[in-house]
C-alpha cells in the first residue's frame, strides 16, 4: 500500500474540487466548473490505484478508472454522474454547434456526487482530510 502516492493525488483533486465549488458560487460558467469536478473525481480515484502501487492508466475516462477501483461502491444514477462528468473535459475545447453549457442543476448534483467519492476514498484510505488542505 502506498498511502503517500495516494494522499498527492488527492491534494490535487481536493485543489480540483474546491476550485469548482468557489467557481459555483460566484455563478461562473457551468463548462469551467465542470472540467473541474470531472479532474477532482479523476484524481479521487486514481489515488486509489496508486494506493495500490498500480499503474495509473492515462485515462480521463471516469468509468473505466472507477471499474479499476474496488473499494468505492456506486448506484446506478451514481453512474450516470460519471459518464456525465467524463464529458465535461475536453481536451479539445474548440467551438463546434453542438456546444452548450451543462445545467446549473446538473452541475450542483454532480459536484455533491465528487465530494462524495473525494470524501469516501479519504475515509476508505485512512487519510485525514485534514492532511489534505494544506497552503
Known amino acids: ?5 495516494a494522499k498527492e493525488w488527492l ?17 461562473h460558467y457551468t463548462d469551467s466548473i465542470g472540467n473541474d469536478l470531472q479532474q477532482a473525481m479523476e484524481k479521487s480515484l486514481k489515488a ?4 495500490k502501487n ?3 492508466p492515462r ?3 471516469l468509468f473505466e478508472l ?11 444514477q451514481e453512474i450516470e454522474y460519471l459518464y456525465l462528468a467524463t464529458e465535461y473535459f475536453k481536451e479539445d475545447r474548440y467551438p463546434n454547434p453542438n456546444y452548450v453549457l451543462p445545467p446549473r442543476e446538473e ?6 456526487f465528487a465530494c462524495k467519492i473525494f470524501d469516501t476514498v479519504c475515509q476508505k484510505l485512512k487519510i485525514d482530510k485534514r492532511e489534505i488542505d494544506v497552503r
Open 11 to 27: 491534494v490535487i483533486a481536493y485543489h480540483d474540487l474546491k476550485s469548482a465549488q468557489i467557481l459555483y458560487d460566484a455563478q
Open 54 to 56: 498500480s499503474k495509473i
Open 59 to 61: 485515462s480521463h475516462d
Open 66 to 76: 472507477y471499474k479499476m477501483v474496488e473499494i468505492l461502491q456506486i448506484t446506478d
Open 1 to 5: 500500500m502506498n498511502k503517500t502516492a
Open 48 to 51: 486509489c490505484i496508486a494506493y
Open 107 to 112: 452541475i450542483k448534483e454532480v459536484m455533491e
